[in-house]
T-cell receptor, first 114, second 110 residues
């Protein structure tokens, strides 16, 4: 069964460093998403991406964050100048169409900021 | 605003039915979902229901939707130890994002 793959599975970084989280969505999917889950809290929407541009973003997704689809397969989340409160599990997801919004999620990348 | 609430824990005996409940606030939800998260894994879609439906059954899973009370439930028949996981309720607002609940940790004991 097709799956969304994310790398790295766990990254530890120093506060202030830049981090890039990578995702390979399912190949025939057109809509891409990032969500995050701070330990013990809800899964929160960050951003959606379609046709090479952001279609919606949450209040969390400020200038510190950016997304990119640098080639035909990868979808990346960049966090500039990480803060302690960015420590979370980051989930990538993709869907073929937004009608039923049936998302396939990756296993997540755990980011720990020290 | 948009909010989805779930109880945090549920413990059931193997073979019994489990019922996980969820309430939401946004009446404009188009779809409602149940996701399962096993340790170290991502969010796996279990089932979803369109907001104009009352019930959906899929093998051991039954979803009930009470739109008037904004209440969604997931019933798992003949619960097995492999069903132990965190179950997330989510609602779709528009087409671009899901609003998730806190998750209910289901523990199945022999």
């Amino acid at each position: 069964e097709p799956e969304v793959t994310q790398t790295p599975s766990h990254q530890v970084t120093q506060m202030g460093q830049e981090v890039i989280l990578r995702c390979v969505p399912i190949s025939n999917h057109l809509y891409f998403y990032w969500y995050r889950q701070i330990l013990g809290q809800k899964v929160e929407f960050l951003v959606s991406f379609y046709n090479n541009e952001i279609s919606e973003k949450s209040e969390i997704f400020d200038d510190q964050f950016s997304v990119e689809r640098p080639d035909g397969s990868n979808f990346t989340l960049k966090i500039r100048s990480t803060k302690l409160e960015d420590s979370a599990m980051y989930f990538c997801a993709s869907s073929r169409d937004p009608g039923a919004n049936v998302l396939t999620f990756g296993a997540g990348s755990r980011l720990t900021v020290l | 605003g948009e909010d989805v609430e779930q109880s945090l824990f549920l413990s059931v005996r193997e073979g019994d039915s489990s019922v996980i409940n969820c309430t939401y606030t946004d009446s404009s939800s188009t779809y409602l979902y149940w996701y399962k998260q096993e340790p170290g894994a991502g969010l796996q879609l279990l089932t979803y229901i369109f907001s104009n439906m009352d019930m959906k059954q899929d093998q051991r899973l039954t979803v009930l939707l009470n739109k008037k009370d904004k209440h969604l439930s997931l019933r798992i028949a003949d619960t097995q130890t492999g069903d132990s996981a965190i179950y997330f309720c989510a609602e779709s607002i528009g087409t671009d994002k899901l609003i998730f609940g806190t998750g209910t940790r289901l523990q199945v004991f022999p």
